[in-house]
């Protein structure tokens, strides 16, 4: 089964004729739902070994993901275009009016709405735009679906190495943003901050967030460099952990926190030592990345969204950032592939595996007879030669081991008169 999750502003649905004379009944031909997370469904021939059990891991799964990104409306809308297999539409009809049963029998309150089954239908659907907005799964019957058996919890770990000046502001910036973030979004909560290369990254619970929004975020972060205030505080003077949101308490017990560091607005449990500076250094900051990860990178928790930030100590600096980020983008051998003509991407190959064209391939030789030129030398220097064969498992029809047999039967070839 396949299905594809869109966290949408609203759905709105006009079903105009039937396309099967088996097409379902319905009521009405118009529907419309507004805050509501939509469930595009296609139900595979697959499934239908097992159709308890894929029951089982759908309604799960839409669950799940409904309680990410904190939505009680679900439109459960079956979608035939996401799978070349399909189930017969009496099993994906029953699949789909069942689903909707054991939701509405949930006690989480959710109202599930069902898309008519077997008509021809048009609709218009607004999707949020934040990181969780869209998601896909593919749900198999390979193996015993086991919600608690996914994931384990990473600790936190505190490092006492001495952060760099460049860090430094990073994560001041870092604190400016989630100073805004507080002010904008009150019930939000801060999670961990730690550092992907140069850049601070600060995770948040409880927040919906959009792409469109950040420039707003940024505004008010640097509007917040004339009260950003901080103390370091002991955690026996705030009343123990009870001073903390829950996920600071989760930090605290991981590193056994002695002393949280207070911004007015929010308590940080810190991994770093001494890593705020005053925010009259910071000259200007941005944050180049929105996405979300799991909590303690567990697939079992709440998905976080994260902002990554970059702290700068004058215009230059930033100035001179983005211009090295623009020469490392044009660099980028991806860029320069296509724009040479030295590959194409395929949908149906996967974009792991670009094709070469003509002009590809005469580079690819000429590595070819280079390496094999450096090889020959090592072997003449008394070397041995020592080869790992890496081979794809490509499911095509009609490609298959003997294919594999042959191209190993040609390597072998082609190294025997190397040697």
């Avoid at 948040?204 to 950003?228: C, H, P, T, Y």
């Avoid at 007015?264 to 000259?283: Q, T, W, Y």
């Avoid at 180049?288 to 230059?316: C, E, M, P």
Wanted: charged share 25%; proline share 2%; with cysteine.
């Amino acid at each position: 089964m396949k299905i594809l999750t869109i966290h949408a502003d609203f759905i709105e649905i006009h079903a105009k004729k039937r396309a099967f004379k088996a097409a379902e009944e319905i009521d009405t031909k118009d529907q419309r739902v507004e805050e509501c997370l939509v469930v595009f469904s296609a139900v595979e021939k697959n499934d239908e070994k097992n159709v308890d059990l894929i029951l089982e891991k759908y309604v799960a799964e839409v669950k799940k993901i409904a309680g990410m990104v904190n939505s009680k409306k679900i439109v459960l809308y079956p979608y035939a275009h996401l799978s070349s297999d399909l189930a017969s539409p009496s099993i994906a009809v029953h699949m789909l009016k069942d689903a909707q049963a054991k939701l509405l029998g949930m006690e989480d309150g959710f109202e599930v709405v069902r898309a008519p089954f077997g008509w021809y239908k048009a609709f218009n659907v607004s999707c949020k735009g934040h990181p969780l907005s869209e998601l896909s799964r593919n749900i198999t019957s390979e193996e015993k679906f086991d919600l608690k058996k996914e994931g384990k919890d990473e600790l936190f770990v505190f490092d006492d190495l001495e952060l760099s000046h460049e860090k430094k502001h990073s994560f001041t910036a870092a604190m400016l943003v989630a100073k805004a973030v507080k002010k904008m979004y009150p019930e939000s909560k801060i999670g961990g901050v730690s550092f992907y290369q140069d850049r601070a990254v600060v995770d948040f619970d409880n927040l919906k967030v959009k792409e469109s929004q950040l420039n707003k975020i940024q505004r008010e972060a640097m509007s917040q460099k004339g009260n950003f205030s901080f103390s370091k505080v002991d955690v026996d003077d705030i009343g123990g952990s009870q001073g903390l949101n829950d996920l600071q308490k989760n930090i605290a017990k991981d590193i056994s926190a002695k002393e949280v560091i207070d911004f007015g607005s929010f308590k940080l449990v810190s991994l770093f030592n001494d890593p705020v500076l005053e925010a009259k250094v910071i000259s200007n900051l941005k944050i180049y990345n929105l996405s979300s990860a799991y909590w303690k990178n567990n697939s079992n928790n709440n998905q976080l969204i994260r902002f990554t930030v970059k702290g700068f100590s004058s215009s230059d600096e930033f100035d001179l950032y983005e211009k090295n980020l623009r020469e490392a983008q044009d660099r980028s051998h991806i860029k320069l592939g296509k724009e040479l003509g030295l590959f194409v991407i395929s949908d149906l190959v996967g974009a792991g595996l670009p094709l070469l064209t003509a002009k590809g391939n005469i580079i690819r030789r000429e590595i070819i007879d280079f390496y094999g030129n450096f090889i020959m030398e090592q072997i003449i220097n008394g070397f041995g030669l020592l080869i790992l064969l890496r081979v794809l498992c490509i499911k095509l029809q009609g490609i298959g081991i003997s294919l594999v047999m042959s191209c190993l039967r040609l390597v072998e070839k082609a190294m025997s008169s190397l040697l």
